[in-house]
């Protein structure tokens, strides 16, 4: 019985089909959970909208770029303030967000004049800033806004400014996975290829599908700068509007999101025969794996060598400090969907911890491939998570520590199970060597919190319910 | 000299000061015992959403959606309504009350909610014979009003469709201070009980702030029942705390049900306070207490120590909630600090005429400004104007870069401040709330003097 029917599903019997336990001898041929489809209402599901996906997720992490929202107030306000990704100009990307702030009127006559004044006017407030996206909403795209019609006046009237469109309401898809796949594909199609690239060293690629989240992107760039690789283009952390127009110019696309990102670089394959090499960012091993891959790519095998030596002196002791500690530690994993499959191997091999449940919002049928290939028997993959169900995988796989986002994070608290920020980090950067500790450190100062031990304490009779000692 | 009331020129917002109506209908939503909201629209207006939540109170609060998807978007949602209803009832056996909670798509698409909801009562009753599920349409498209009214909108529909009857009269209260944290909920009830008033929070959100226990259960929710909505009807009197949130429902229920409703000054500051308790004393014939007396003497003690010393004369920026902007500002005025910009973030034209804002408008004697419909760019566009002096912002953590980046020393209160731990568990209304938000005022402008070392040494004796 591979596919799991939950008690708590007992009304929903659909669910079946998106809750995977691993099994010996079992693998993706076998069984794999449905993915990517129609959330069922009223399930209390995870999921964010497909206008997230492009704004939240991959748009707004731009550091010089207006994200000009056509809609209602909610949609800016709620994309803002909701993700740690900096920036090395002061973070304009998570200072800012703007909005038509669309009334009844507009939805009645129609809001592309709205749109247009506030362009201006967003211009004009900020006259250093040249660069805007431009995202519409449900509403309207319901009434049927050319948004596209718009940015086009105004760039005729600013010949200054470059705008980009993306026509990604949230109602689009099945959740944020559809807003990745529409910018993806939009940029590609109307703005790389637009600038020409100042080329300073001989090794060229664009870094897609990592977003500065914590610091990511600013800690590889370290590895980058060390090996003389000039990076095009970030797609997009900590990264510039101009940048991604000059993505044709790189020698090689360089992926870790594979699902929010994985688009662009097949388009920059088949468009400019670009060559897509995908690599894993988090754990010692895989990012050993793909540094040596990187360099093998450009003939600097030897440099990648002495960086490799260098980071592992300064991070390996530290990293195994954790591991002896760690090792047996049971993790949950409840994040967006390529984490589950670019964590779970990694943790094991590097740290000794085992990953005992893993559930995704957005990834599709490949994550799940991935993951599953990659994950042990015994552990739970499901598609789309819900409240309930989360409940009762806990129960079955008592983990002792779960990945996830914070309000997920404050409701495991109550069961006394720590989280780790798992979207934003607790104290990031993850990637690379270094970050890869910060994750032990985390999740080791998460399990080992003396306040657990407490709280599992009955002061009418002094009984605890065993948690984990800390370690010397 | 005086107060002018302008409004923002640009069309577009940069930095909202609010959410949009939705939002404020799901907090309304949450402050009921056993009730899950469910939304009809994209799924990001309710994931989002209790994210927002969380960020404030560190806590989780069940909010479903119908998860709209393209096919309903052209089809219409009528299904997912349904699907979405019958799923809660079904895996959620003590669920009670379900708002059905619109967005901008689906008001746009104009899926027919009411004919909707008739359709799942048929089917629960049916189903759950034994059962009684409100199902509560809440009409809160995007584009119009904002949190603050979405806030009122739900609030007075739960209350129209669960309080249908006149009950016998209780001689109980029903008392409505709007979108309060925990820590104001609290405190009221603490007065409540002080006076011998047998009275009604709603919403009761006390248990926002709930504890880590030995059994692992999680009592994260709304205390308001549904017993307590219908018990309404038959309350001696409604007292709604906030014009702009709840007012509506106390006023519904005085013109349903006879139920006299008094609107008072919200109680931030001394002076609001005692006028709140004067009412109370004055619809229910309880004698003010000594104890309420003595808390209100300690407040003023506190405040006796900064005013004058500190607070006079220094300018303040204020914004958040109407009820709340407008209360504090009355509140700074107490402490002799000069509320010079009140901001106002949605485009209610009542504001304009609030009777509070024009008896300010007649006592100022230095320049102020009220901006209704204001963002957040109005705030710092006048931070970094040199010819415009402000000492301290107060306002939610939305702000926060406004005063980070400008060297301006911040207060957060409201709604919401995910960048300050335990806020929500504080009172801001009442003297409790005016001397910690009074001390709180003083000790971040001491932190500002002594990282910027501005005549930190006068704190060398105090």
Known sequence: MPMVLLNCDKDIPEREKHIYLKVDGEDSRDFLPVSNAPTLPGTLSERGCAFCGAKLVIGGVLKDTIQMIHGPIGCAYDTWHTKRYPTDNGHFNMKYVWSTDMKESHIVFGGEKRLEKSCHEAFDEMPDVKRMIIYTTCPTALIGDDIKAVAKKVMEERPDVDIFTVEC???????????????????????????????????????????????????????????????????????????????????????????????????????????????????????????RKICAFFGIEEKGEALLAEEFAKWKPQLDWYKERLKGTKMAIWTGGPRLWHWTKSVEDDLGVQVVAMSSKFGHQEDFEKVIARGQTGTYYIDDGNELEFFEIIDLVKPDVIFTGPRVGELVKKLHIPYVNGHGYHNGPYMGFEGFVNLARDMYNAVHNPLLKLAATDIRTGIATPVKEAAE | MGCEITTRERAGVIN???????????????????????????????????????????????VASTSLHEDSAVFG????????????????????????????????????IEGNINVCNKMLKEEFPGRKVHVVPVHTPSFKNSQVGGYSECMQSMFKTIATAKVAPSGKLNLFPGWVNPGDVVLLKHYLKEMGIDGTVFMDTEDFDSPMLPDKSI???????????????????????????????????????????????TPYGIGNTDKMLQKLSEITGKPIPESLVKERGIALDALQDLAHMFFANKKVALFGHPDLVIGLAEFCMEVELEPVLLLLGDDNSKYKKDPRILAMKDKVNWDMEVVCNADLWELEKRVTDPNYKIDLIMGHSKGRYVGIYNNVPMVRVGFPTFDRAGLYRKPTMGYAGAMELGEAIANTLFNHMEYNKEKEWILNTW
């Open chain 1, 169 to 291: 309401p949230g109602f689009a898809g099945v959740s944020q996975s559809k807003g990745h796949h529409v910018l993806n594909i939009g940029w590609i199609n109307e703005k790389v290829g637009q600038l020409d690239a100042e080329i300073t060293s001989p090794y060229t690629m664009n870094f897609i599908g990592d977003f500065n989240i914590g610091g990511d992107t600013q800690l590889l760039q370290q590895y980058w700068d060390k090996l003389g690789i000039q990076v095009i283009a970030h797609f997009t952390g900590n990264g510039t509007y101009d940048d991604l127009r000059r993505m044709h110019k790189a020698q090689l696309n360089v992926v870790n999101c594979a699902r929010s990102s994985g688009y662009i670089a097949n388009e920059l394959k088949k468009q400019y025969g670009i060559p897509r090499l995908d690599i894993d960012s988090w754990g010692f091993n895989y990012m050993a794996e793909g540094i």
């Open chain 2, 16 to 62: 909202p000061m609010y959410d949009c109506q939705p939002a404020g209908a799901q907090y309304a939503g949450i402050g009921v015992k056993d009730c899950i909201p469910l939304v009809h629209g994209g799924q990001g207006c309710t994931m989002f959403v209790r994210l927002l939540f969380a960020q404030h109170f560190k806590e989780n609060f069940d």
């Open chain 2, 77 to 112: 949602g009528h299904q997912r309504i349904q699907d979405g209803v019958m799923t809660l009832a079904r895996r959620y056996p003590d669920l009670r009350v379900i708002p059905v909670i619109t967005t901008c798509s689906t008001e746009v698409i104009g899926d027919d």
């Open chain 2, 219 to 265: 009592h994260t929710h709304g205390r308001t029942t549904v017993e307590d909505i219908q018990a309404s009807t038959g309350a001696m009197a409604s007292v709604a705390l906030a014009r702009y949130e709840g007012a509506s429902t106390a006023t519904y229920l005085n013109q349903e049900f006879e139920v006299p409703a008094h609107i008072v000054s």
